[in-house]
């Protein structure tokens, strides 16, 4: 039995992409570059904001400095609009509730930087108890690192065999891998369903619901 259920944030708890595409284009104009469509933005997710602000730069202006001045931009601007029009997934809330009145232990293990992970999570689920919320944190490296997966399992004193990971990308099917703990894919999310079969996770699942059939 499972005791232990890692989250992914974005793309697998909240549908994100509206907030992240409206705040990365806001920093792109502030610079005076091209913006992008929000399915545009959507293949730009997964690794990070670092990596996300890189990859909307034209090619030739993908320098960490340019990096760091959509950063300053970005940052400021996400932290008041991040809620704008995000929202949890259908199921979510109801999956979560049900996982944690069965006693499994729950956590998040996001790319996103940690004080906009902790907000989210703490404004659109105060009524679950996640032993742990972890986002990107200085010096940390980012998925597929498993360390946030190993810091986790330690805050929560269970095994990997007792871990259940659930994401929607391939980044976190292969931090499930790095970390060697089972994975679900959850196909709602930011990439292809594809892109997750390609990393043969234990189980991909189209509604949240489902995922109760794999904590047992």
């Known amino acids: 039995m499972k005791k232990l259920v890692i989250f992914d ?10 907030d992240l595409a409206e705040s990365a284009n806001y920093a792109l104009k502030q610079l005076d570059y091209p913006t992008h469509n929000v399915e545009t933005i959507r293949t730009f997710v997964g690794n990070g904001i670092n990596k996300l602000l890189e990859r909307a730069l034209p090619t ?3 320098t960490e400095e340019n990096v760091m001045r959509m950063r300053s931009h970005f940052v400021p601007y996400y932290d008041v609009h991040n809620a704008d029009l995000s929202a949890p997934y259908p199921g ?4 979560l509730e049900n996982l944690q009145a069965k006693g499994i232990q729950l956590a998040v293990a996001s790319n996103k930087y940690q004080a906009a992970t902790v907000k989210l999570v703490k404004q659109y689920f105060p009524t679950i108890n996640f032993v742990e919320i972890l986002g990107q944190r200085e010096g940390i490296n980012v998925k597929p690192d498993p360390t946030i997966v190993f810091d986790i ?7 990997r065999e007792e871990t259940l990971y659930v994401g929607d990308s391939g980044v976190d099917m292969q931090t499930a ?10 196909t709602w999310g930011f990439r292809p369903r594809a892109e997750l079969e390609n990393f043969q996770p234990m189980e991909l699942i189209d509604k949240a619901e489902e995922l109760l059939n794999y904590t047992n």
């Open 153 to 159: 399992l330690k805050k929560a004193n269970v095994s």
């Open 60 to 62: 030739h202006e993908q």
């Open 92 to 95: 979510i809330v109801h999956l």
């Open 9 to 18: 944030l974005d793309g697998t708890l909240l549908d994100t992409i509206a």
């Open 177 to 186: 891998i790095n970390a060697g703990v089972d994975a679900v894919g959850v």
